[in-house]
């Protein structure tokens, strides 16, 4: 082999090392990226959790209106009540 073969060789040894380099950094970031998502496991867990929480929070917001409606009725029958018993 002549001495530019070797030139040649020696040159593409180092762009394959300073490749190979800047491909472990990639590749060491990817993990640390990946590391900050949820697995499937765990979403479906979250997000089931999160869904019984909304469920009985709706539960609750119409238990308390329904409740509104009751004391409201009440006071009304109340009042009624009251004025039948004043006028009579």
Do not use: C, H, P, W
Request: net charge neutral; glycine share 4%.
């Amino acid at each position: 082999m002549e001495q530019k073969d070797y030139e040649r060789i020696a040159t593409l040894e180092t762009q394959l090392a300073a490749l190979s380099k800047g491909l472990e950094r990639i590749e060491s970031k990817l993990d640390a990226y990946s590391a900050n998502f949820l697995t499937r496991n765990e979403a479906e867990l979250r997000f089931g959790q999160l869904e019984t929480r909304l469920d009985k929070q709706e539960k609750s917001k119409r238990d308390n209106i329904s409740l509104l409606v009751s004391v409201s009725a009440l006071a009304v029958t109340f009042i009624f009540a009251l004025l039948n018993y004043l006028r009579g």
